[in-house]
């Protein structure tokens, strides 16, 4: 069965459609209008804003030539420390990663055998001054006494008695003159002259004897002299066997030669050691080495004293600085180099011998380069570029820039800014070119 609707009907049901369809559009435009203008006052606010920044300023600086090479760092001095005397080890007082001052105590050997020689050579010493006192003694003479012959008992006594033949001969040669004038005048006789002169010829021998006598007495006392001498020799030959000794005694004490640090312990207590065998092995690192090669074209460029500043990968953020020590003569013939030392300060040991390092060697010329603290520049993941923000009259101007190298805090802008420009150096990632900023 169909269902009838008049005319009338179906224009009243149209009309009721149309307008609830525009009542429902005209409410969806109002409420569009209505979400619309808050969006486009916040977009207002934020033109608006500003951004709160810190500043920084670039300046020009002057950039010293430099050859980039790299190298290895070595140890300034190394020693591999051995005993000057075999033994058997009593003491070990270092372990690997020890640092050692110069003089300190690395091992003992046994020292009990030095020390009797030690002893022994002592009692050599005290049996050689006896010698020698009983020496000088024999002379009369006390210790330390200066030698004269003339006051030895010995050569006195043989000296009156050669006196007292002088005075007896020349009595008798008195007594032979006057009988021999007698016996010319016939006052006396032959025969009693001729006793005058045996008495005078007697006289004469023993003057002789007794002068050798005296001779022997004072060689006798040149040689007792000579004793002496020979004594006091001893008593220094004795006394070089002590300081002998009393050297051996101490170089069973093995010490550092130099201040460092013990990279190798070969020895244990209980072996026996000779002056060939390695008890540690010591290292200065305070200057550390660096050891470089520089381009054969390049080598007449570096001199000593030049400046070297040198990076590692364990102290990215650090630049070491040094000297040229070394240059080798010779140039290497298969890779055209030379081998260019540097000693690099290393007071605090951060640097360690075997680390691989780049570096610059400064030479003549230079140029001028533009500088910024590492703070103004941001880098720009979504472009991949390093940007920076000039700031004129409180509104920032964004700039595309290049870097070159680090130098301390700052860092070389090769493009992009020029000197003695402000550069915002905080919140860059709230920048935008044309944002408004406060100081």
Known sequence: MHSFISPGREVAAKALIIFTCCAFALSCGTSRSADAQPQNQNAAQDADAVIT?????????????????????????????????AGKVVDVGVNVGDFVSQGS??????????RRRLISAEAEVKRSIAAVRQAEARLGLGPNGSFNASAIPEVRSANAAYELAVA????????EKR?????????????????????????????????????????AARQNNQAIASA?????????QVDIARQEVADTVVRAPFSGFVTARDIAVGEFVSSADVIATIIRS??????????????????????????VDAYRDRRFAGTVSAVNPSVDQNSRSAIVEARIE?????????????AR?????????????????????????????????????????????????????????EAGEVVATSNLDQLYEGAKVAV
Do not use: C, W
């Open 168 to 175: 007896e001969e020349k009595q008798a040669e008195a007594n």
């Open 179 to 219: 009988y021999r004038d007698l016996v010319e005048s016939g006052d006396a006789s032959m025969i009693t002259y001729e006793q005058y002169r045996t008495v005078r010829d007697t006289a004469r021998s023993r003057t002789k004897v007794a002068k050798e006598f005296l001779e022997a007495q004072i060689n």
């Open 361 to 417: 060697i400064n030479k003549e010329g230079g140029s001028t380069g533009i500088f910024v603290p590492r703070s103004a520049v941001y880098n720009h993941a979504p472009t991949g570029s390093y940007r920076a923000f000039v700031i004129v009259d409180g509104v920032a101007k964004l700039r595309v820039v290049q870097l070159g190298a680090e130098e301390g805090d700052s860092i070389q802008i090769l493009s992009g800014l």
């Open 286 to 311: 305070n200057p550390i080495k660096i050891q470089m090669q520089v381009a054969e074209a390049d080598v007449p460029t570096v001199t000593l004293g030049r400046g070297v500043s040198i990076q």
């Open 105 to 114: 105590v690395i091992a003992r050997i046994d020292d009990s055998d030095a």
């Open 232 to 240: 006091q020799a001893g008593v220094e030959a004795a006394r070089t």
């Open 53 to 85: 920044i810190t500043t920084g300023r670039t300046e020009a600086r002057e950039i010293p030539a430099v050859i980039q090479t790299t190298g290895s760092l070595v140890a300034d001095e190394i020693s591999r420390v051995a005993p000057k005397v």
């Open 346 to 358: 290393n007071s605090d040991n951060a640097l360690r011998a075997g680390m691989f390092a780049t």
